[in-house]
């Protein structure tokens, strides 16, 4: 495949032509969602391991203890029927799969889920259906604007849970620098054919909004990423939720962290065949681009759609109050010979737990990705996912934990 999209940079030249310099997010709008061109419309993402991975692709295990959560919030809610469970940005449909499948051994929530999926790539949605569709799963495609006519005909809203994995780090961002004088724009402009960087006043009246909402103060030559369209989306989010919860796993920090002076490059960066960089304006169509998750927005947004947050915390602290620890494979019983009960050889159990671990252990995704959780409406917030692992029945005591997880990175 080639390493760039001639047609997708002609474009986004010929638009700067026109109408000078344009907005990083614009240009990361146009790389990742073009209608024909872009990365995402495209399939190129998904998490499907062209150039990175998911949690949903690293382990079934992910799936399976989300769906362990959705049930509770089911319960949560009365029982209710239909349960929506609407996902966002399904990627390949991996996280789906193992979710309905842990679903189907749920009893009566099973009987009342209603899995939804919003996705706006045609590749993408293509190969969900090609995993689901055959399975008697139920589930259905739709689209956000669906929901919302949904929520405001129903005239209180939808139950259940809108779930959004890996989905708000890929809207778009604008970058913004300190200078001696006030912010500036950081723009994507044109020369000699190629694309280059150019500062200048802010493009909109709403930055200047964000930066004074989120109290951000970039000292000069520090760089800072803004999505506006992550809170925004959370806001529509909440705003069409009658009750139930809100549930977005990314990576990210409050506000206070993500724009700290320490932080001098931002948290943009670009991924191409596993590899990061800062090589934004490199390969338009033909590699991710991704900024850090501000929660701290995330959570103003709720509130303003009365929404409130229940928590935010690291997956790894999610994935062991609900029973990720139970799930390693267990090697002790093919200690002694090649093939376990399960069938699975030591290698193949070796490699599982590996795999497993990568969800959960500091130094890989356990740490650097948060899990956020907002309530609307007369539902319980004592939730599982959200408790002190340790707060657990004894089969994930201290002694098994250090037995289990022993030279980790």
């Known amino acids: 495949m080639s390493e760039s999209s001639p047609d997708l940079l002609r474009e986004i030249l010929e638009e700067i032509g026109s109408k000078g310099p344009i907005s990083f997010a614009r240009f990361m709008d146009l790389c990742l969602y073009h209608p024909s061109a872009g990365y995402y419309t495209r399939g190129l993402g998904g998490g499907g391991g062209r150039d ?12 399976r203890l989300v769906a362990r959560q959705a049930e509770e919030m089911w319960r949560r809610t009365g029982r209710a029927a239909p349960f929506n469970f609407v996902e966002f940005g399904p990627g390949e449909g991996h996280f789906a799969a193992d979710f309905l499948s842990e679903a189907s051994r749920l009893g009566e929530f099973f009987g009342a889920l209603r899995y939804r999926l919003v996705e706006t790539s045609p590749a993408l949605r293509e190969r969900q259906e090609a995993l689901l569709s055959p399975r008697p799963y139920p589930v259905s495609w739709t689209s956000e604007e669906e929901l919302r006519t949904e929520a405001g005909i129903a005239g209180r809203g939808v139950t259940g849970c809108l779930f959004a994995n890996e989905f708000l780090d890929a809207l778009p961002v604008h970058r913004i620098v300190g200078g001696p004088h006030g912010v500036m724009e950081l723009f994507v402009g044109a020369r000699d054919g190629g694309l280059v960087e150019i500062a200048a006043p802010p493009s909109s009246d709403l930055l200047a909004r964000f930066l004074e909402d989120g109290d951000i103060r970039p000292e000069e030559g520090q760089e800072v990423d803004l999505c506006l369209e992550a809170p925004a989306w959370m806001e529509r989010a909440a705003g069409m939720l009658g009750r139930g919860y809100v549930v977005v796993i990314d990576y990210g920090h409050e506000a206070r962290d993500l724009y700290h002076p320490g932080r001098r490059r931002g948290t943009l960066l670009a991924y191409h065949r596993h590899r990061a960089s800062e090589e934004f304006l490199q390969r338009p169509g033909e590699q991710d681009l991704t900024a850090h998750v501000d929660f701290t927005a995330l959570r103003r947004s709720a509130g303003k759609a009365g929404g409130r947050c229940l928590g935010l915390i690291t997956q790894s602290r999610f994935l062991l109050a609900l029973g990720v620890l139970d ?7 093919g200690a002694d010979r090649e093939e376990s009960a399960s069938g699975l050889s030591l290698a193949a159990r070796l490699r599982e737990r590996e795999a497993l671990k990568d969800l959960f252990l500091p130094g890989r995704m356990g740490e650097s990705f948060r899990v956020f959780v907002a309530a609307k409406g007369d539902v319980a917030d004592d939730l599982t996912g ?13 002694d098994a934990v250090g037995r289990r997880v022993p030279g980790g990175p």
Do not use: K, V
């Open 52 to 63: 990175y991975l998911t949690s949903s692709g690293i382990h079934g295990a992910f799936g």
């Open 386 to 398: 959200l408790a002190e692992p340790w707060a657990r029945p004894p089969a994930a005591d201290a």
């Open 327 to 333: 799930l390693l494979p267990d090697l002790d019983s």
